[in-house]
């Protein structure tokens, strides 16, 4: 069932894009009320097809799996757990945690002036996918002596959202 709907919002990203240059009227939205009572298979095409920008929608669908069928709406939500200590936005301030643009391909631990851990600080690994989907797993386990004091995200289609949305949304460069 999420495989399915995670498809259709593939196929919407892709009815975005084609509709790219276009008029902008809300074809899900004009389709729900010429229906009138919609059926359900109409509602669930119109609640599968969140407003995503054309280009994000572009880069969701380049992201290596599992992150291309990534939920972004959902990623979003699931990044609240993570917005009261990290900002995400270029240039964005390092608050209880750093900033995280540009983590994917970035040497864990080396965010300018910002005061890590020592063992975050020698870890030596770079991040990807991979890798912060093992630290929002088990945040202590992953790296024992590290001071981010958060619990992580049980659930993995959660942590597989949360990724993709940050992909799409740190500066991750198409492809990667
Ligand atoms: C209570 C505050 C807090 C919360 C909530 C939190 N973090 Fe952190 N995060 C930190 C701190 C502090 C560090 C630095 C840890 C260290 O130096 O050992 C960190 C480090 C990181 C790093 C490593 C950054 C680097 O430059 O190597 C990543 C990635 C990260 N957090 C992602 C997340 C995500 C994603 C979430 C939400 C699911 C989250 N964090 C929630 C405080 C937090």
């Given at each position: 069932m999420r495989?399915?709907?995670?498809?259709?919002?593939?196929?919407?990203?892709?009815a975005v894009l084609a509709a790219c240059g276009q008029s902008a009227a809300p074809e899900g939205g004009a389709a729900a009320t010429t229906s009138g009572a919609a059926t359900p298979a109409a509602t669930a095409t119109a609640t599968a097809a969140p407003a995503i920008d054309p280009e994000?929608?572009?880069?969701?669908a380049s992201l290596p799996a599992p992150y291309n069928t990534g939920d972004l709406?959902?990623?979003?939500?699931?990044?609240?757990?993570?917005?009261?200590?990290?900002?995400?936005?270029?240039g964005g301030a390092?608050?209880?945690?750093?900033?995280?643009?540009?983590?994917?391909?970035?040497?864990?631990?080396?965010?300018?002036?910002?005061?890590?851990?020592?063992?975050?600080?020698?870890?030596?690994?770079?991040?990807?996918?991979?890798?912060?989907?093992q630290w929002l797993a088990d945040p202590r386990g992953f790296l024992p002596g590290n001071r981010m004091s958060f619990m992580g995200v049980k659930d993995a289609k959660n942590r597989i959202d949360l990724i993709a949305y940050l992909k799409v949304e740190t500066g991750h460069k198409p492809g990667g």
């Open positions: 495989r399915v709907a995670s498809g259709l919002v593939i196929v919407s990203a892709a994000k929608a572009a880069l969701l709406e959902n990623g979003q939500k699931q990044f609240q757990l993570c917005r009261s200590c990290h900002t995400i936005t270029e390092n608050m209880t945690g750093p900033n995280l643009y540009g983590i994917f391909g970035r040497t864990a631990g080396t965010v300018e002036k910002f005061r890590y851990s020592e063992p975050l600080k020698a870890a030596g690994f770079v991040w990807d996918g991979g890798k912060l989907d």
